[in-house]
């Protein structure tokens, strides 16, 4: 019931920012706002990951073997693009995604404010030892997140090419048996070796299901649309559950939804965001970009249409900022990575 002017006088008469009387948004306020009503300036400060606190240190002692270590949440930026098959650009993603400024703290209809309900830190990018070699920089993401797994520390990725999956996917299945698989993307990525190359980024799902890392029974690809349609057959083959850009349109998003969490289950599961999903009438800024595709606030509907699902880890990938001066597409990365740790903050156990 609306509130009659002398009370809301009575309640808000004061002038004060911080005049917050409901109990759930008062919380998150209180979080916000420091002494004096003051909040951190957006444009100021060293920029991280979701304005996360920046702890390369904690990096450093679960590659030395920590345990132990007092996070919930583990953001990593993966600067790696050299298995692109068109336009390069996205090992820059992480530092665009870092770049931009006001991304939560609330998300309203899942309830959560994940950056107060969550332990989360920016750890920094994945050391690697070289720029030029695609097998040398997979070999360093997977001892990165293998030591993030065995430290039981659960990561989101910020991209880097999609090939990064395959590597992070490898440590997940180790510890916890062959995952599903919510993907969400212009193109399937389970396409075979071409020129001598295995692990380029049109195919890091093909091998992560041949090598027992992916249950594809359990893996749902939504919004997959393109001239390049013909090369997923190993998709349809290995039972994967793919839904088709057009189809989205088709069936509405409550299905798609439905459809998504029927396949993945109970089970723990990966979710993976291409940016290029997403229609490039709103993120140009990526290397393969394909017309006819999901609108931002279908693509936040769809993972907000997870909340409670077993995610044990995720990434946003193939944000390339110098293809977009508007720098939306990062915009885009951004939100799209607080949705997935919303998720995380509505895991099961949390």
Known sequence: MARTLEELRALYGNDQGTAFHDPVLKAVADGVFGAGGRRAFPFAGVSTLLDAPYRPDLAEAVLAGAVGV???????GVPMDLGVTNRA???RGPKAVREIERIGPWNRVLGTAPLQALRVADLGDVPMRSRYSLESCHADIETFFGALAAAGLPALAVGGDHSISRAILKPLAEAHGPLGMVHIDAHADTSGVYEGAKFHHGGPFRQAVLDGHLDPSRVVQIGIRGGGDYLWEFSHA??????HAEEVAEMGLP??????????GDGPTYVSFDVDALDPAFAPGTGTPEVGGLTPREAMALLRGLAGIDIRGGDVVEVAPSYDPTSNTAQAGAQMLFELLCLMARAPGR
């Open 89 to 91: 650009g996205a090992r």
């Open 238 to 243: 290995a039972g994967m559950t793919v839904i």
């Open 70 to 76: 007092p996070l919930d949440v583990a953001l990593v």
């Open 255 to 264: 299905a798609v939804i439905a459809a998504a969490r029927r396949v993945v």
